[in-house]
């Protein structure tokens, strides 16, 4: 069954660092997302993507997050600046262009600031 | 996109059918209800979602009442494997353009025991 792919599962970086997280979504998808989840809290929507452009994003995407679809496969969210506050589950999900509502999550990077 | 209401825990013996609810009294005409769960902290997992049809896939059933305000997950015959937040989440079918986000309540925890 085709799943979406993150890696590292667990990232632990400097306070100030940047950090790429990366994802290889379902491979016929053409929507990708960006969501996050603080410990103990909801998992919050960050950004969408579609056709090489960002169609969403919440106020929580401000500057120092980036995404970019490099090479046609991959799908990565990098942070420039990493606060103690960006320590979260990042998960990233794709869906079809059919009309299939459904979006396709993958199992999270845990990222952790230090 | 319409609010959700959802009990914050349910309890579930092995093997009986776990009921779940969902409140949506605000819900448009044009709004599907879909069902989403999480797995301890593993990225969420799409289970079925609904226009005004109940529906039945592999993993469970979905009611939803005549008048669209509310609607009920069914699974069948519950696993401790089904121990999982639930979330019942309420939008409109976008089919192009992105903007297909999804907005997480808190769900309801369902623990299912021997």
């Known amino acids: 069954e085709p799943e979406v792919t993150q890696t590292p599962s667990h990232q632990v970086t400097q306070m100030g660092q940047e950090v790429i997280l990366r994802c290889v979504p379902i491979s016929n998808h053409l929507y990708f997302y960006w969501y996050r989840q603080i410990l103990g809290q909801k998992v919050e929507f960050l950004v969408s993507?579609?056709?090489?452009?960002?169609?969403?994003k919440s106020e929580i995407f401000d500057d120092q997050f980036s995404v970019e679809r490099p090479d046609g496969s991959n799908f990565t969210l990098k942070i420039r600046s990493t606060k103690l506050e960006d320590s979260a589950m990042y998960f990233c999900a794709s869906s079809d262009g059919t009309g299939g509502p459904e979006a396709f999550f993958g199992q999270g990077t845990r990222l952790t600031v230090v | 996109d319409a609010k959700t209401t959802q009990p914050p825990s349910m309890d579930c013996a092995e093997g009986r059918a776990a009921n779940l609810p969902c409140n949506h009294s605000?819900?448009?005409?044009?709004?599907?209800v879909y069902w989403y769960r999480q797995i301890h902290s593993q990225g969420p997992q799409y289970i079925i979602h609904?226009?005004?049809n109940n529906e039945t896939n592999e993993m469970a059933s979905l009611i939803i009442t005549e008048d669209r305000k509310s609607s009920t997950l069914i699974l069948p015959h519950a696993t401790l494997r089904d121990t999982a937040v639930y979330y019942c989440?309420?939008?409109?079918?976008?089919?192009?353009?992105?903007?297909?986000?999804?907005?997480f309540g808190t769900g309801t925890q369902l623990k299912v025991e021997l």
């Open positions: 605000t819900i448009s005409g044009n709004e599907y």
């Open positions: 993507f579609y056709n090489n452009e960002i169609s969403e």
């Open positions: 989440i309420v939008r409109v079918h976008i089919l192009t353009g992105g903007g297909n986000k999804l907005t």
């Open positions: 609904g226009l005004k």
